[in-house]
């Protein structure tokens, strides 16, 4: 049973399980995966904490793991970008594999080996070089917004929380495309507020944007359907 | 912390958590009602079980109950009509409230005393007179397709539960305008695949149907964030 560790916030944790459920093939409801869910909103904010500013996110973080556990899950996956800054910390917590966001998204990249790759995302998640760091070990170096542009990401995934999603679709929207337009040959949606507002995006840019939250639920589906494959990629 | 108890069918909950988000005024991930959902996909068909055709669901059910128990559930949500034929089953067991979907479509019927309102749900919601029993009290009347109509509304259910969206929609949209043209003044969508498929029915129809599914979100929202007013109706 997948172990949903959500919350964070709590449209993209539903939005993160629709595409559990549409990636999933399936004629009836017994054909879909099994799902336990804490959609812990709670959990203290990830960025302030690490901007130094608030409370530490972990224990509630751990409070949920636990849950999830007493619920029987037999793997986690967190729809939240910046809470896998954590992801050591919670693995270390708990003997159930917890899949990692980054891991799925390269398994999602059709970029070549040299190519650069757009990540917008919280601040934290690009100044923590989440991605950077893993992406560069497969040879693909990263572009991030400036430091202006960079707010503007921020204040947008702000306003998806607050479910004023059209305004935040406008100003990803123009960050996505200033990416492209500096020489990213694909863009990571690497906040999982970020497709919940650009989820009607047109066609010639949607094709350049990479959903991290999808690819977060397809390697779900593989490791439940396939457990014995766990986070590896689909041949 | 809310309790759902899903995946009857999977989107179908996914729809309801939606709406619980949506129906919450939050500014930030910590104003939103902290939920623990159990999408528990292997419940054997409800249907089948109440023509005598399939396995017993109860005790399927009754183990997402003690899952949600488990993580710290502390009232509880179903969001399937037709899994409420077991409501008066699960609520023995526990001594959490299950809130009523019924209850929370009463909250929202604009109808008046001796009007009719239409009933598009599973053959076992309708033959089970889940809705008519509990609309009488209130000194409603209830009108349900015929017998190929009805046939037709479970086709309808069944191409949801398999991601055909579109072609459900076509079907369940002609059988909700019947219900219409034969007097009824409102229309319940009494099962939570409906309001899935029309979704973005149009204005017209519109504000005639009854989101079952969108009643129990916010009934929810109520008892959570002021719980000692129980499924009362907000003034």
């Known amino acids: 049973m997948l172990g949903v560790l959500g919350g964070m916030g709590p449209m993209a944790t539903v939005d993160f399980m629709a595409k559990v459920v549409r990636n999933t093939p399936a004629a009836c409801d017994q054909d879909h995966v099994p799902m336990v869910v804490c959609s812990a909103s709670n959990i203290p904010d990830r960025n302030a904490a690490l901007r130094g500013e608030g409370a530490d996110p972990l224990p509630a973080m751990r409070d949920a793991l636990r849950r999830l556990e007493a619920a029987g899950a037999t793997c986690i996956a967190i ?22 966001i980054v891991d799925a998204v390269i398994c999602e990249l059709t970029a070549r080996k040299g190519d650069c790759i757009g990540v917008l995302g919280t601040t934290s998640t690009v100044e923590g070089r989440l991605y950077q760091e893993r992406l ?12 202006a542009s960079q707010d503007a990401v921020m204040q947008a995934i702000r306003l998806v929380k607050a479910g004023q999603i059209a305004e935040a679709a406008n100003i990803l929207q123009v960050q996505a495309e200033a990416l492209i337009d500096a020489g990213c040959s694909q863009v990571v949606m690497a906040c999982t507020e970020i497709p919940v507002a650009l989820a009607s995006v047109e066609e010639t840019l949607r094709t350049k944007l990479v959903d991290a939250t999808e690819a977060l639920a397809r390697a779900c589906v593989r490791a439940c359907k396939t457990p014995a494959q766990g986070l590896a990629c689909a041949a």
């Open 79 to 100: 729809p939240c970008n910046t809470a896998h800054m954590w992801h050591c910390a919670l693995q270390y917590e708990t003997p159930l594999l917890i899949l990692h």
């Open 136 to 147: 560069s070990c497969k040879g693909l170096s990263c572009r991030v917004p400036d430091a």
